[in-house]
């Protein structure tokens, strides 16, 4: 299988504040890892992304699906897990049992938050386990989710937005955020960790973060409306490696990189917050980008799990 999946220049471009990673142009310095592709070990299961980050982080599920191995037709094809876009639910069910298998966990695990572009965050647990994929939820405007029991799978949805997951180590607790402009500008990344903090007494520190697969800088362009809200929302000298304008009138956006000083003004270690080398925009073939596709498209999903 041939797949485009080409790394980002313009990721981790902050010298200022973070110096490791800067080139990700070699395999040894990827932070993102394409699984189940040229695999002869795994290839009757379906391909998804990890993350090194988390390697050697035993007591987790995780993954990030690609929109290749499932069952979805036309713009759809294949790995559909938006049930709320038009596609055939049959199709959109079946792709969850796939993916849920190559990941090593269940649809009847999994709670799938009901994403408004809020930043509220909800506790949850084997009581909510299936809601969003294999039963009706309970809950709604929900964009983050936090859990500390194991096969609760927590589930969220991107095309382009940017996914945040968090792993407290010592108290094995989970969350798993997602972050588009207006998240992203409403600091919900801060507002999962605090939700961590409350519930389960983490420790900010011991928190290691991934900000996974979405639109990067040069992908992203925004008008003056959006670039007032960040301009708000942060200091000069942050807006200065989040925003850069151009003689048009617009603006290109980090989004990466205004997560990023979320999750540190949330209390994280630089050394613990990790970046995706990979842009959905950039990668048509093997993700889904609403900005690609202008709309036409399924739609991916993050998944985060405390093993059974
Ligand atoms: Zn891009």
């Known amino acids: 299988m041939n797949?485009?999946?080409?790394?980002?220049?313009?990721?981790?471009?902050d010298t200022n504040i973070d110096n490791t990673n800067s080139n990700s142009n070699t395999e040894t310095n990827r932070t993102t890892e394409l699984m189940n592709i040229n695999s002869e070990h795994t290839l009757?299961?379906?391909?998804?992304?990890?993350?090194?980050?988390?390697?050697?982080?035993?007591?987790?599920?995780?993954?990030?699906s690609t929109r290749l191995g499932g069952t979805s037709k036309?713009?759809?094809?294949?790995?559909?897990?938006s049930f709320a876009r038009g596609d055939d639910k049959n199709c959109v069910s079946?792709?969850?049992?796939?993916?849920?298998?190559?990941?090593?966990?269940?649809?009847?695990?999994?709670?799938?938050?009901m994403q408004t572009?809020?930043?509220?965050?909800?506790?949850?647990?084997?009581?909510?386990?299936?809601?969003?994929?294999?039963?009706?939820?309970?809950?709604?405007?929900?964009?983050?989710?936090?859990?500390?029991?194991?096969?609760?799978?927590?589930?969220?949805?991107?095309a382009d937005c940017v996914p945040l997951?968090?792993?407290?180590?010592?108290?094995?607790?989970?969350?798993?955020?997602?972050?588009?402009?207006?998240?992203?500008?409403?600091?919900?990344g801060i507002e999962t960790v605090k939700m961590m903090t409350q519930a389960y007494d983490s420790n900010p520190q011991d928190i290691i973060a991934f900000i996974g697969p979405s639109i990067c800088i040069d992908c992203y362009e925004v008008s003056q409306d959006v670039a007032d809200e960040f301009s708000n929302a942060y200091s000069k000298k942050q807006m200065s490696h989040i925003l850069i304008s151009k003689s048009n009138k617009k603006f290109q956006l980090n989004l990466h990189q205004a997560n990023k000083y979320n999750l540190l003004d949330a209390g994280l270690k630089l050394e613990n917050i990790f970046l995706t080398d990979i842009c959905t925009c950039?990668?048509?073939?093997?993700?889904?980008?609403?900005?690609?596709?202008?709309?036409?498209?399924?739609?991916?999903?993050?998944?985060?799990?405390i093993k059974e």
């Open 94 to 113: 079946k792709n969850f049992e796939l993916i849920a298998d190559a990941i090593g966990t269940t649809p009847q695990n999994m709670v799938y938050a």
């Open 3 to 13: 797949i485009k999946y080409i790394n980002c220049k313009n990721i981790n471009i």
């Open 44 to 64: 009757n299961k379906v391909p998804y992304i990890k993350f090194k980050c988390f390697e050697g982080i035993d007591f987790i599920n995780y993954g990030f």
């Open 165 to 188: 997951y968090f792993i407290d180590t010592k108290k094995k607790c989970i969350g798993l955020s997602h972050a588009g402009w207006r998240g992203t500008v409403g600091k919900i």
């Open 282 to 305: 950039c990668n048509p073939d093997l993700l889904y980008s609403h900005r690609a596709s202008k709309g036409q498209r399924g739609g991916l999903c993050g998944f985060l799990e």
């Open 117 to 158: 572009h809020t930043t509220n965050v909800l506790k949850v647990g084997k009581n909510e386990c299936g809601m969003g994929v294999v039963r009706d939820r309970d809950f709604s405007d929900i964009d983050g989710l936090i859990t500390n029991e194991p096969g609760v799978c927590l589930v969220t949805s991107y």
């Open 74 to 81: 036309g713009i759809f094809s294949s790995m559909n897990l």
